[in-house]
């Protein structure tokens, strides 16, 4: 039976930050800057490859035309997937729009040790921590290192932390490297734990990353690792960190222009390497701080930068690499806890498809996987709100406040059983009473993070044993193969 | 009869399949303290520890009281005076002035699924009502809850009371609600505080332990 006619239901919330209008406006804003100014691309066969397609070329220097950029948005896959390696469909990602996935980010130099909880360089068993904490946190959809490993050969930080992650965590890792040799190992991993080429290709398990540098300069690795994954149908980000202030205008319509710009010649050269790959869009969009000169992973202008990047990208009908959970403190603190929720809250709402940065402190200079464990409470919550509020003669629940009537309780009705376990359960926030609480040890929420995360630490075992023999002795080869290519490289 | 089945029924909370058991043990004559003491108070015991552990929640943890209520409604009457286990007698009430039930009622049952017979006063009780049921019940425990901080001082006055009644010392008061606090508990001379629902029973028990 029809319950209702002609009713409009509203499933989630509804934010937006940009018009219709003024998003063809900003449209516009980025074909004009692709085809009168172009972007600088550092690699004598992409210019090739744009040149056959019908851009104009002038040294480095390429423009592109409406139709080129048109002709390959029109080719950009509308839903992708990508798949653990162990077949555990919870786990699974789906790339399409307004479907979130949250995880941390790649490469800062340093860690916040997890012992000492002091600032060092970041070692190749930090990798190995960051995999299995969030293996175990429930709302990481993806997984990143937080650093880059500075105890392995010189060169080889990606090939090692892929090597180790990935037997370490069966959420799909987003990689990256350095060299498009780097690519191909990792890439071969992929393969092994996928148990062929084949069936990779039907179902790849991991993403990769790379960037532009704002503002429009592709350089030779950037789009020669593009086109790598492009070829092989490596699902991939090619997304900038642009400077508001800095790198791109100080105005946010600017910043947006630019960056949307850029990332384009990633998503062109793409699609014209290998028609229907997927390629994410977006990045870090933030600004300058004019004060100490530090680009704010913390800002307010990052939530909202982000969140209109994520309406451009979705009109493209490209999915979003989008940035949150991230700070500029030194040290887990009020303004760390602030800054996350903020900017948390803003991605999910914005629904961008993967945001990144979970776990950045200091200015995406040091990866703390506490704050990452934080976060992940951060975007529990968030979730709550995301999810909106279901209206359905179940939900409105007349009969049963007829049956309670006034002054009674809902507490033993079948009703209250059937949807209580629907309220969010903090796993960090404390709720006790003050007797309770004190108790307890009376507990700070910086406390409360160090437990959970040191608990994880030594008793999340992970799916390391679960890695075959044939995929494991294979990973070992490729990493002593990538031993003597770099000896080779000198 | 295996009385690990009776746990886990009241466990699961289901109170016509466990008064069921609960009566077909008696019926196949084991005996009624061996039902309570192996069977009813170990699965009790246990989905306290599951709320605590954060294994069950609140509208589950009631299910367990009620079942294990109507089977000690059943099984009571056969108990012996002195069989350990057999908790005893608490009467509870919210004060007067004050109409809120469902802190006191959660208490209430906690109570009864800890063993205890209850007398539930109700609501807005004057305090000549609580010293008249102390000295006919002569209950172990009172039991009493205020929510406004209007009618926090009448538990003050019902001990008062039970004092100028001469039978201050019968019984042990146990006070809650939200605004009440360990410092006023102590403040107006009660015995316990019970900071909730879900702790007032450990707080008592471990209380009469020590006694």
């Known amino acids: 039976m029809i319950e209702r006619t002609n009713y409009k239901e509203q499933q989630t919330p509804y934010f937006e930050v940009l018009s219709e209008d003024q998003k063809e406006r900003i449209f516009n804003g980025m074909m004009r800057t692709l085809q009168y100014t172009g972007a600088n691309v550092h690699h004598e066969k992409a210019r090739e490859l744009f040149k056959k397609a019908g851009c104009k070329v002038d040294g480095v220097r390429v423009y592109f035309p409406p139709e080129v950029t048109l002709n390959a948005l029109s080719t950009v896959p509308p839903v992708t997937e990508v798949f653990p390696w162990n077949g555990n469909r919870s786990k699974k990602i789906i790339i399409e729009k307004k479907r979130s996935y949250f995880g941390p980010g790649p490469t800062p130099p340093n860690f916040i040790d997890t012992d000492t909880l002091e600032r060092r360089k970041y070692l190749r068993k930090d990798a190995n921590i960051v995999a299995r904490v969030c293996d175990a946190l429930p709302n990481m959809g993806y997984v990143q290192s937080l650093g880059s490993i500075s105890d392995v050969t010189n060169g080889l930080a990606d090939v090692y932390e892929f090597a180790d992650m990935v037997r370490n965590t069966t959420t799909p890792i987003m990689s990256w490297s350095f060299t498009r040799e780097g690519c191909h190992d990792i890439h071969r991993m992929g393969i092994a734990m996928a148990g062929g080429e084949e069936e990779f290709k039907q179902r790849p398990n991991y993403i990769f990353y790379g960037e532009p540098i704002s503002p429009l300069v592709s350089d030779f690795h950037a789009i020669d690792k593009c086109m790598y994954c492009a070829e092989h149908r490596i699902p991939q980000v090619y997304s900038p960190c642009a400077i508001g202030g800095g790198t791109v205008p100080a105005t946010h319509a600017g910043q947006i222009v630019v960056a949307l710009s850029e990332s384009m010649v990633g998503v062109i050269a793409a699609q014209l390497m290998s028609p229907g790959t997927c390629v994410i869009i977006g990045g870090v969009q933030s600004i300058l701080d004019m004060r100490y000169s530090v680009y704010s992973y913390g800002a307010p202008e990052l939530s909202l930068l982000s969140a209109a990047m994520t309406e451009m990208v979705h009109y493209c009908n490209l999915p979003m690499y989008s940035t949150a959970g991230c700070t500029d403190t030194k040290k887990m603190d009020i303004q760390s806890a602030m800054e996350a929720s903020l900017s948390i809250n803003a991605a999910m709402m914005s629904g961008a498809n993967f945001v990144h940065d979970c776990g950045y402190t200091e200015s995406g200079l040091t990866g703390d996987v506490f704050q990452t464990v934080m976060d992940d409470e951060i975007i529990g919550m968030a979730r709550i709100i995301e999810k909106g509020v279901e209206v359905n003669e179940k939900t409105l629940a007349v009969d049963v406040i007829d049956n309670v009537g006034p002054g009674g309780h809902y507490l033993y009705e079948d009703h209250t059983m059937d949807h209580f376990r629907d309220h969010w359960m903090p796993t960090l926030m404390d709720r006790n009473s003050y007797e309770e609480w004190d108790k307890l040890g009376r507990k700070t929420m910086k406390e409360r993070i160090i437990d959970k995360t040191r608990d994880l630490i030594e008793n999340y075992e992970g799916p390391r044993s679960k890695v075959s023999e044939k995929a494991d002795s294979e990973i070992e080869k490729i990493l002593q193969e990538a031993e003597r290519r770099i000896k080779s490289e000198g | ?211």
């Open chain 2, 1 to 211: 009869m295996d009385l690990s089945r009776i746990s886990e029924t009241l466990i699961s909370g289901k109170a016509d399949e466990l008064k069921k058991m609960v009566e077909e043990a008696v019926n196949d004559d084991v005996n009624p303290s061996d039902i309570l003491n192996q069977g009813l108070l170990p699965g009790m015991d246990a989905v306290g520890q599951k709320w605590k552990a954060g294994d069950m929640f609140m509208p589950e943890v009631l299910r367990c009281a009620k079942a294990m209520s109507s089977a000690m409604d059943y099984l009571r009457p056969k108990l012996k005076d002195d069989d350990i286990g057999n908790a005893g007698t608490m009467v509870i009430g919210t004060v007067a002035g004050d109409l809120h039930d469902i802190g006191k009622d959660l208490v209430a049952m906690m109570f009864e699924g800890a063993g205890y017979k209850v007398i539930n006063l109700g609501i807005d009780q004057s305090n000549e009502n609580f010293i008249n049921a102390v000295k006919e019940h002569k209950p172990k425990l009172l039991g009493m809850s205020a929510l406004l901080t209007t009618t926090m001082p009448r538990m003050g006055e019902v001990i008062n009371s039970l004092k100028e009644a001469g039978i201050r010392d019968q019984v042990t008061v146990i006070i809650g609600g939200a605004p009440v606090t360990d410092d006023f508990a102590k403040e107006i001379g009660a015995d316990l505080y019970g900071p909730n629902a879900g702790t007032a029973v450990g707080i008592a028990r471990e209380y009469f332990q020590k006694k």
